[in-house]
Each structure stands twice: as C-alpha cells, then as structure tokens.
T-cell receptor, first 112, second 114 residues
Framework: AQSVTQLDSQVPVFEEAPVELRCNYS??????LFWYVQYPNQGLQLLLK????STLVESINGFEAEFNKSQTSFHLRKPSVHISDTAEYFC??????????WGAGTKLIIKP | DTGVSQDPRHKITKRGQNVTFRCDPI?????LYWYRQTLGQGPEFLTY????????KSRLLSDRFSAERPKGSFSTLEIQRTEQGDSAMYLC????????????FGNGTRLTVT
C-alpha cells in the first residue's frame, strides 16, 4: 500500500530564513504529488502539484517543490519565509485509483 | 465560483444523538469527497461520490455513518448514535476530474461530542 511520510511534525524557523519541509512517499507506480496548506481554522488549499513534465514546480507565493523519483521525495522549500506562512502543510500522493494518500502534516512555525 | 461551503461550522452534541452535516460543492464539480481530520493528523478518507453515485466508502467507516448526494449536487453526512471518538473536523472537498485535478476543500464542520 502507498504511504506518505512527513518526518517533521513541526518546523520552527526565523522570519526571512529559508525552510524545507520534507515529504517521502512509497509507490511502485507513477503518481501525482501535491502540497496543500491549512491556515488556522480554515480548510485545506492546494499549494502546488506535480503531474508530469518539469520536476520543479512553483507556487504563486514563493514556494517550490522538486519531484525526485529516485529518492521518492517531494520536498517543499521556500528561500525566505514570512510570518503569513504560518500554517500546517500536508503532502499527498494519488494512488492508482486517484485517491489521495495524505501525510500527517508539518506545522511551520515562524519566529519573529 | 463561490467555493465549497459546509454547514454548520461547529456542532456540539451529546453522546448518542444523531447529527447531519451539509456540503455544497463547486457547482460544476462532479466529484465530492468527505474526509475526517483529527488533531495532528492528515485528512482521513471517508467516502466519495461521482455525481449522485457513491463509488467508494472507507472500510474503516462505521455503519453509523451514512452519506448521500441525492441529485448530484449537495451532499449530507449523517452520524447516528454519536460517540466521543467521533469528535473531529469533517471536511468536504470537490473536484472536476480525478486525473490529477486538485481537490477544493470547504472550511469544515467541527464536531464535538460530549
């Protein structure tokens, strides 16, 4: 069965510092990969996705993620975080039935 | 596009009572999903609909849970004889096409069973 691992439950980082949120998945088939963000008291919003093509995908607010097939990873990065990036970030992988398998989430905590 | 809306936002109920939640998806979306989320966890899949047909239901889902989407538009999720373990955020999402199409989530209904 497919699984998604987000090793860090919380990542504290200073404002304007870079950040990387890690996501590893297990799959023997081609997959679609997603990062969703959940701000406090809100539903989840799509941040970015990888379907095919370029392995580096970017969001409109400065996040990027790189699909690494050999390492089965899809880590999320931002070169300089802002206080407004405080949220929980979820990695998800679609299975062969296109159902999403979710990681447990990583809370990004921005320190002023 | 008014987004996915869920009602109510919060529900407090006593153990043993029945509750019903409503989800209105984005109008042109044919797929509708229900998830449950507890603190510190990712969303847990409950069930999904393609139009009015319920195509999959999680094996973990108790028979106290039932969902409907009678006309392929809005959906309801009912929990009968609620238990304290049912306390969670219930999320609804919709999408256009399963092949890589992202899910659009509502803000959820937070259920507290006392």
């Amino acid at each position: 069965a497919q699984s998604v691992t987000q090793l860090d439950s919380q990542v504290p980082v200073f404002e304007e510092a870079p950040v990387e949120l890690r996501c590893n998945y297990s799959s023997s088939v081609s997959v679609y990969l997603f990062w969703y963000v959940q701000y406090p008291n809100q539903g989840l919003q799509l941040l970015l996705k990888y379907l095919s093509g370029s392995t580096l995908v970017e969001s409109i607010n400065g996040f990027e993620a790189e699909f690494n097939k050999s390492q089965t990873s899809f880590h999320l990065r931002k070169p300089s975080v802002h206080i407004s990036d405080t949220a929980e970030y979820f990695c998800a992988v679609s299975d062969s039935n296109y159902q999403l398998i979710w990681g447990a989430g990583t809370k990004l905590i921005i320190k002023p | 596009d008014t987004g996915v809306s869920q009602d109510p936002r919060h529900k407090i109920t006593k153990r043993g009572q029945n509750v019903t939640f409503r989800c209105d998806p984005i109008s042109e979306h044919n797929r509708l999903y229900w998830y449950r989320q507890t603190l510190g966890q990712g969303p847990e899949f409950l069930t999904y609909f393609q139009n009015e047909a319920q195509l999959e239901k999680s094996r973990l889902l108790s028979d106290r849970f039932s969902a409907e989407r009678p006309k392929g538009s809005f959906s309801t999720l009912e929990i009968q004889r609620t238990e304290q373990g049912d306390s969670a955020m219930y999320l609804c999402a919709s999408s256009l096409d399963p092949r890589g199409s992202p899910l659009h989530f509502g803000n959820g209904t937070r259920l507290t069973v006392t």
